[in-house]
């Protein structure tokens, strides 16, 4: 088990970094708001979960304990992947999953790519017991500052939550209001959080 990687980023994508490490580049699957807080060059430590499967080794990265904990426990449900446990992630801090779980919110589950009505209803069920009371108070967490760059980022995040592209632009010039309202550092996490409310109700 790889627990964390410490080291300077090497590399950006739109969902990965690869941070350097002991000469090696380590590729990491992030979330936007992960990927938001890192420059290339800089050091980074992300606390890391691996997943194993026949075909491949994934390592997914995160800011702190609490979201790789996270990660891990949405796993425990059935039919809860990596995939579907980062999207989660991306869209909702691990506070307001368990704000979402602990007061039955099936509507903050629906707003994650992949997850309806009736799933929303059964992750509700078992979960309830798995990922704990919240640990702070007030609305949920979501998201980071971000200087500039946030058409870009929400775009990739899109695209790398499986939208098309067509359907990221689309997304991206819905909340384009909301984004100049926050002023010069618009939060990416809201503005997905609205993008895929906006996706949702188109589909």
């Given at each position: 088990?790889?627990?964390?990687?410490?080291?300077?980023?090497a590399?950006?994508?739109?969902d990965?970094a690869v941070?350097e490490v002991g000469?090696i580049g380590?590729a990491?699957?992030?979330t936007?708001?992960?990927?938001s807080d890192l420059?290339i060059?800089?050091?980074?430590?992300l606390?890391t979960?691996?997943?194993?499967r026949?075909d491949s080794?994934t390592l997914?990265?995160?800011?702190?304990?609490?979201?790789?904990q996270?990660?891990?426990l949405?796993?425990t449900?059935?039919g809860?992947?990596p995939?579907l446990?980062?999207?989660?992630?991306?869209?909702?801090?691990p506070?307001?999953l368990?704000?979402?779980?602990s007061t039955?919110?099936e509507?903050?589950?629906t707003a994650v790519?992949?997850i309806?009505?009736?799933?929303?209803q059964?992750?509700?069920?078992?979960?309830k017991?798995?990922?704990?009371?919240p640990l702070?108070?007030?609305?949920?967490?979501?998201?980071?500052?971000?200087?500039?760059?946030?058409r870009?980022q929400?775009?990739a995040?899109l695209?790398?939550?499986?939208?098309?592209?067509r359907e990221a632009?689309?997304?991206?010039?819905?909340?384009?209001?909301?984004a100049?309202?926050?002023g010069?550092a618009?939060?990416v996490?809201?503005l997905?959080?609205a993008?895929l409310q906006?996706?949702?109700?188109?589909?």
């Open positions: 088990m790889i627990a964390f990687v410490s080291g300077p980023v590399a950006l994508a739109p990965s941070v000469g380590i990491v699957q992030c936007p708001n992960t990927l420059r060059g800089q050091e980074a430590r606390a979960s691996l997943v194993v026949e080794l997914y990265g995160f800011a702190d304990d609490d979201e790789r996270t990660f891990v949405l796993q449900a059935s809860v992947g995939r446990a980062q999207a989660m992630l991306a869209v909702h801090s506070d307001a368990r704000r979402a779980v039955g919110d509507k903050a589950l790519p992949g309806g009505k009736k799933g929303a059964k992750l509700l069920l078992e979960l017991d798995r990922l704990g009371e702070g108070t007030g609305g949920p967490a979501i998201g980071r500052p971000v200087a500039s760059g946030w870009e929400l775009h995040a695209i790398g939550l499986g939208y098309a592209t632009d689309e997304a991206v010039s819905a909340v384009e209001p909301q100049e309202a926050a010069a618009p939060q996490g809201p997905l959080k993008a906006t996706l949702n109700r188109a589909r």
